[in-house]
């Protein structure tokens, strides 16, 4: 009799009768965006927001894909609305990355597109702004800002330049041996032109720590980490145009060493993006990053 009214039970939870996890995850959004449009409690809202797609303390990620896409886009309305632009334009950004084909990411797209056309042109390049242990101003990681510092931070010390430095890290519990710090912007002013970005990179070695963590995942070999920089242009209608990421010509030396790319920039370039990578379980440094015109 237990075992009857128990499958009686488990199948009245799945019916329509019980809320269903999807149809809850899109109460919750509905939620926020209410406490964002009408209440105007921003804050509450992108509380709501993060719990949605896992990052409120003890939660797990709720609903399908599209609502959690949809929660970070509103995450990055409400960054915006207080004035963090460079933690929208992160947070955009991870929306058209893990998200794609969503409804999320293409509005998140569209945004981004927009920012960076009123961008000015590359900032920060000489790490001279901002709090040492934090992500430096200017640029961002594919993380939300309570995430950036575990990805870069700024330096003061162990600096090629004596100004200032980053480092991109990859901390250890992450899924995939790689780090990202890069920024965006408008392309119109280099339409044509030869540019050259240019900087400082080293490598720091993995930790004993992070040796352990390899080892245990069968990763890649330390001799195989890298500090590399990237160049790449996106075009009208989101077609790729120049790219290079320095795949030929990794850094994996502990010593500063100076770096280039040269390129020409499309004529119908939309934006351009200048990052620096670290791959693997080392660490990347850079250094006196410049971005200039050649000819």
Known sequence: MWIAISAILAAAATGPGWPQPEAEAERRLEAGI?????????????????????????????????????????????????????????????????????????????????????????????????????MPPGWQVWALPSEAADLAELRRTGCRSG?????????????RPFGYMGQSFNAAPYRGRTVRLGAWLRLEPRSPGDLITSWLRMEAPAAE???????????????????????????????WTRCEIVGTIDNDARFIEIAVMSIGRGRAWVDDVSFEVVK
């Open 225 to 255: 980490d890298s500090a590399q920089m990237r160049l790449s242009v996106d075009r009208q209608n989101h077609r790729s145009g120049f790219f290079d990421n320095m795949e030929n010509r990794p850094v994996r030396s502990a010593e």
């Open 34 to 134: 209410h406490r964002e449009m009408v209440l105007g409690d921003l804050k509450g809202a992108m509380e709501e927001y993060r719990a949605l797609v896992g990052h409120a303390a003890g939660s797990k990620a709720v609903g399908s894909k599209a609502v959690e896409a949809r929660a970070l886009f509103q995450m990055a309305q409400c960054q915006e609305k207080l004035g963090r632009h460079t933690d929208a334009l992160a947070t955009y950004r991870r929306v058209t990355a893990e998200y794609r084909g969503t409804d999320g990411a293409v509005r998140a797209q569209a945004r981004l597109a927009d920012l960076v056309d009123n961008a000015p042109g590359p900032r920060n390049l000489k790490f001279e702004e901002g709090e040492v242990g934090k």
């Open 163 to 175: 100004v200032g430095c980053a480092v991109v890290l990859v901390p250890s519990n992450a899924p």
